[in-house]
């Protein structure tokens, strides 16, 4: 039937190529223009300066569009809407758990050491690596949320031959296997009678630094040679991210009794968003 609808142009496949069609003309045009701007050498260029994804790339000499269009379209699909949604899941635990988002808080501050009336701009400019590799406790809690929360709440793979998994279950060639990191990330044999509790501790070893998990058992970036490509830059830009939000204001939800809920959905949005309370944090006050 897709086929039908594709080679008559109708329907959905035929929206479906409009707006593909829409996106390669924003791309291509974004593209061309920076590689103009690369062959003009008189053009003193702002947009290498700035040392973006694609100019990174047509530095290194990969200058052809079609291939640039594939790259920035598959990092922003992979990296924004799974990002965005694991920050609004990580405010939301932050407002139901308002210990924990006075802890992230504190430790934001003595990493950075800055003054009491430091503005946010301060805050976000002394956020360097060696800042964010030193706040174990936030990596913890982003590392919870995103167990409870994975924002690919479930994925599949085809087997490409008959196989026999180590428990003895049998699969043939072609069949799909369905896995669910939502269910995963809350299976008490996989994570103990707590699992659905949201205590970011249980990532921290008894010096408090954060002990990672195997992929298999934490699935939400998924694992072996198809792991998220993305994921320790997602780590950062959430990092930085909540570290000067968590610095800077204090979050409560806006409606205490409103439910809040996923949307079912390939990626797992907040169903209608999420509505909150931001005060500036002072920091002799709590939350
Ligand atoms: C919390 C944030 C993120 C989560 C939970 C996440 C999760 C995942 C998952 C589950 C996959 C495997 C998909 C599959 O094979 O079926 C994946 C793949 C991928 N991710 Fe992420 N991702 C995140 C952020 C990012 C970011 C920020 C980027 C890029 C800047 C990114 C780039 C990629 C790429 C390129 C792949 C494909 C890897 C491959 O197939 O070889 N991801 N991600």
Same mark, same amino acid.
């Given at each position: 039937?897709?086929?039908?609808k594709r080679f008559l142009n109708i329907g959905k496949e035929a929206e479906l190529k409009k707006n593909i069609k829409e996106?390669?003309?924003?791309?291509?045009?974004?593209?061309?223009?920076?590689?103009?701007?690369?062959?003009?050498?008189?053009?003193?260029? +702002?947009?290498?300066?700035?040392? @973006? $994804?694609?100019?990174?790339?047509?530095?290194?000499? @990969?200058?052809?569009p079609k291939y640039l269009r594939d790259m920035v379209l598959c990092v922003t699909v992979a990296g924004q809407d799974t990002?965005?949604?694991?920050?609004?899941?990580?405010?939301?635990?932050?407002?139901?758990?308002?210990?924990?988002?006075?802890?992230?808080?504190?430790?934001?501050?003595?990493?950075?050491?800055?003054?009491?009336?430091? !503005? #946010?701009?301060?805050?976000?400019? !002394?956020?360097?690596?060696?800042?964010?590799?030193?706040?174990?406790?936030?990596?913890?809690?982003?590392?919870?949320?995103?167990?409870?929360?994975?924002?690919?709440?479930?994925?599949?793979?085809?087997? $490409? !031959? @008959?196989?026999?998994? %180590?428990?003895?279950?049998?699969?043939? &060639? /072609?069949?799909?296997?369905?896995?669910? %990191?939502?269910?995963?990330?809350?299976?008490?044999?996989?994570?103990?009678?707590?699992?659905?509790?949201?205590?970011?501790?249980?990532?921290?070893?008894?010096?408090?630094?954060?002990?990672?998990?195997? %992929?298999?058992?934490? +699935?939400?970036? !998924?694992? /072996? %040679?198809?792991?998220?490509?993305?994921?320790?830059?997602?780590?950062?830009?959430?990092?930085?991210?909540?570290? #000067?939000?968590?610095?800077?204001?204090?979050?409560?939800?806006?409606?205490?009794? &409103?439910?809040?809920?996923? &949307?079912?959905?390939?990626?797992?949005?907040?169903? /209608?968003?999420?509505?909150?309370?931001?005060?500036?944090?002072?920091?002799?006050?709590?939350?």
């Open positions: 039937m897709k086929k039908i996106v390669d003309q924003f791309l291509y045009k974004l593209i061309n223009s920076k590689i103009e701007t690369i062959q003009n050498p008189e053009d003193d260029n +702002i947009y290498l300066k700035k040392r @973006d $994804f694609v100019s990174r790339r047509l530095e290194m000499k @990969d200058t052809d990002t965005a949604s694991s920050l609004s899941w990580f405010v939301y635990m932050m407002c139901k758990h308002l210990h924990i988002q006075e802890k992230i808080a504190q430790e934001v501050r003595e990493i950075i050491n800055l003054k009491d009336d430091r !503005s #946010v701009d301060e805050l976000a400019a !002394s956020l360097d690596q060696e800042a964010l590799n030193n706040m174990p406790y936030l990596h913890a809690t982003l590392s919870e949320t995103i167990r409870l929360y994975p924002s690919v709440p479930m994925n599949a793979r085809m087997c $490409f !031959s @008959d196989d026999t998994w %180590p428990d003895g279950f049998s699969v043939k &060639k /072609g069949d799909m296997v369905v896995y669910q %990191p939502y269910a995963m990330g809350r299976m008490k044999s996989l994570w103990g009678d707590d699992a659905e509790e949201f205590r970011p501790e249980r990532w921290l070893d008894k010096n408090g630094l954060f002990q990672d998990e195997s %992929p298999y058992k934490f +699935i939400a970036f !998924s694992a /072996g %040679p198809r792991i998220c490509l993305g994921k320790e830059h997602a780590y950062t830009q959430m990092k930085i991210i909540s570290a #000067v939000l968590l610095g800077s204001y204090i979050f409560k939800l806006a409606d205490e009794k &409103k439910i809040v809920n996923y &949307k079912t959905m390939v990626s797992l949005p907040i169903d /209608g968003g999420l509505y909150v309370k931001a005060s500036p944090r002072l920091w002799h006050a709590k939350p």
